[in-house]
């Protein structure tokens, strides 16, 4: 594949190849999405967490830069955890990445599966 620099020296923008869904995606202005099996990774994890009385709630945003599903304990609150799907990362820190109630991410990969694995753990929100 050849990097978007890399044009012929007569303006020919032919010579840059990028990948299709790319192109697809910014001629028709679609958001990011999670496919089927992104989807039931991530499902998976939330229906274990809400039968064990962690979450209770969830939500999915499908921005133009990336997919969002957010976990809540309760309705009103903000988030307590993002399960993020970002494509512009994915060939340097990994396109998915856990991010804490602050905004602190908590972990980055390349697999979906990986990154699912920090709530193997018993992760919970400290209460004060």
């Not at 995606?25 to 039931?40: G, I, K, M, Q």
């Not at 990336?66 to 304990?73: L, Q, Y």
């Amino acid at each position: 594949m050849v990097d978007r620099g890399d044009a012929t020296e007569d303006g020919d923008d032919s010579a840059i190849l990028i990948p299709f869904q790319e192109a697809r995606r910014r001629h028709l202005e679609l958001p990011v999405t999670f496919d089927r099996r992104e989807l039931d990774q991530i499902l998976r994890v939330y229906g274990r967490m809400v039968a064990a009385g962690e979450w209770r709630d969830y939500a999915i945003d499908h921005l133009p830069d990336r997919a969002v599903f957010s976990v809540f304990r309760r309705t009103s609150e903000v988030p307590l955890f993002q399960i993020a799907k970002m494509p512009k990362l994915a060939r340097r820190q990994g396109a998915f990445a856990v991010i804490a109630a602050g905004g602190v991410i908590l972990k980055r990969g390349h697999e979906l599966g990986r990154v699912l694995g920090i709530f193997d753990k018993a992760l919970r929100l400290a209460e004060a």
